[in-house]
């Protein structure tokens, strides 16, 4: 089965509902890219009026995750993934419709073949930046990701 965005977001349906019902959903999905979008709405928002940071943190997280989640279905192998730290830099209040772009897919590409050769872990940063509809950054995320071969 191939991973295309409404199977994806099908799945936020049931796995992750609160992404799903704060409005995260993917947009698109290559080998290089991945794109997840959310907007401002009464439901995710702080007191401040603008998108909570969580919910930027749920979307740039998917993002990310995405990326980890094809390269592994790709190889028919059964390899854990897992966050294990993050961090967050805010430049700008999030209102309207917000992009979270990751396009880091050959870095997982790299790690989960190196994992697969050597039977080792692999650690990797991958970056995810939001931009508003003026092409302007208002939060970059960077999440630590472990990978390793189950045997």
């Known amino acids: ?37 959310v907007k401002h709405r009464w439901i995710n928002q702080n007191p ?22 094809q390269e592994i279905k790709k190889t028919n192998r059964k390899i ?8 967050g830099r805010f430049t700008k209040k999030a209102t309207g419709k917000i992009l979270f772009k990751c396009s880091e897919g050959n870095l997982v590409k790299e790690a989960i073949h190196k994992s697969i050769e050597t039977g080792e872990g692999q650690i990797i940063h991958l970056k995810t930046d939001g931009i508003d509809a003026n092409g302007e950054l208002v939060s970059q995320f960077v999440y630590e990701w472990s990978i390793k071969v189950k045997e």
């Not at 009026?49 to 943190?57: R, T």
């Open 1 to 37: 089965m191939k991973i295309t965005p409404r199977k994806i977001n099908l799945f936020m349906l049931f796995k992750l509902p609160s992404a799903y019902f704060c409005g995260v959903r993917v947009v698109s999905i290559s080998d290089s890219e991945a794109v997840v979008k």
């Open 48 to 69: 401040f009026k603008s998108l909570y940071w969580a919910v930027q943190g749920m979307a740039s997280e998917f993002a990310n995750g995405i990326l980890v989640m």
């Open 80 to 87: 854990s993934m897992l966050v294990t730290h993050q961090e």
